[in-house]
């Protein structure tokens, strides 16, 4: 019975509708001489030329964003660094500046020093020489004055006095020897004035004929003294 009562509640709500549409309908309705009649408008086609496709942009990794205190601080950190590496670096070439200038003045001292060394050596050797010269000289003096002696006194034996002579004459002869003391050359070198006198004097040396200790002398201190000798005749006595 409820159902019933539910059907017959649903169609006479449906044909309440129904009415209502067709009364709506026959509101609007226009006699037909007012009909508008709608032409159709055509549509021109046209081919729709794609545009390429674009690549899509490949978007630059964005900076990062920089600390400008931070970079203030890296910059005064690398100024410093530089800095302090340019010191060391001055330091350093100061240092090897001043070695180098030890080492140079450490030479020249030593070469000053060596310098002075040799220059002491050499006036040592040569005060050494110059006395040994002089001892040898004094030596060959003493032996050269002994065999004059010996070479006048020979001289004063062979000697034979003209009665002419007189105190004041004086006759300088030039006796030439060689190593063996033979007697090889006389020549007066300084007359008498007195012929008597000087021919006494010549053969006074050539009677002597050799002086035969000559030929244990050493050849420079004949050389020296014994190649030629001067001999003055005077009547107190011979003077070499």
Do not use: C
Not at 72 to 83: D, G, H, P
Not at 135 to 164: C, F, G, H, K, T
Not at 229 to 236: C, E, G, I, T
Request: cysteine-free.
């Amino acid at each position: 019975m409820r159902n019933f009562t539910s059907y017959s509640s649903a169609a006479l709500f449906s044909f309440l509708l129904h009415a209502a549409v067709v009364a709506a309908l026959l509101s609007s309705w226009e006699p037909e001489s007012k009909k508008i009649i709608i032409q159709p408008q055509y549509i021109e086609a046209k081919l729709v030329e794609l545009a390429p496709k674009k690549k899509p942009q490949v978007k630059p990794p964005s900076k990062p964003k920089v600390d400008t205190a931070k970079k203030r601080r890296e910059q005064e950190k690398r100024r410093a660094a530089e800095k302090r590496a340019e010191q060391l670096k001055r330091q350093a070439a100061l240092k090897e500046q001043q070695r180098k200038d030890r080492e140079r003045e450490a030479l020249e001292q030593k070469r000053r020093e060596e310098a002075e060394r040799q220059r002491i050596e050499t006036e040592f050797a040569e005060t050494l020489a110059q006395e040994q010269a002089d001892i040898n000289a004094r030596e060959d003096e003493r032996v050269a004055n002994s065999y004059m002696q010996l070479i006048r006194q020979r001289l004063s034996d062979n000697w034979s006095r003209p009665p002419s002579a007189r105190r004041d004459m004086e006759a300088l002869v030039e006796i030439r020897l060689v190593p063996t003391g033979r007697v090889v050359g006389v020549t007066i070198v300084k007359s008498s004035g007195d012929i008597a006198f000087d021919r006494s004097v010549e053969q006074a040396a050539f009677k002597a004929q050799q002086f035969e200790e000559l030929q244990q002398l050493e050849s420079r201190l004949f050389e020296k003294h014994f190649r030629a000798v001067k001999v003055a005749f005077s009547p107190q006595d011979l003077r070499l």
